[in-house]
């Protein structure tokens, strides 16, 4: 449901742009992940966000986990490039391990 999610949390003041995508989880397997470019002086969190948008989706679409970026990858045509989100996302989880 990550185009609702979407819909819901850009309603959010402090939001400039969000996309919603599926991340790794060692228990879940996958959970959806709030991507966020927040607006200046904004200091916003997960349980926040959750409870802003509780009364407006069901418990099992509001989001898992929520990740900080300065802007969303764009593909050429404007469209958020879930493909490129979703490898940024993997890089930040799964960091190269130094030797």
Excluded: C, W
Excluded at 7 to 21: E, G, K, N, Q, R
Excluded at 34 to 53: H, N, P, Q, S, Y
């Amino acid at each position: 449901y990550p185009v609702e999610v979407e819909a819901v949390l850009s309603t959010h003041p402090d939001i400039a742009a969000v996309a919603v995508v599926a991340s790794p989880d060692e228990v879940m397997g996958e959970v959806g992940t709030a991507v966020i470019v927040a607006r200046a002086g904004a200091t916003l969190t997960l349980d926040a966000l959750r409870d802003f948008a509780a009364d407006r989706l069901g418990r099992y679409k509001l989001p898992d986990a929520v990740q900080f970026i300065d802007a969303l990858p764009l593909t050429a045509g404007e469209k958020v490039d879930r493909t490129a989100l979703a490898r940024l996302l993997t890089i930040a989880s799964n960091p190269p391990s130094s030797r």
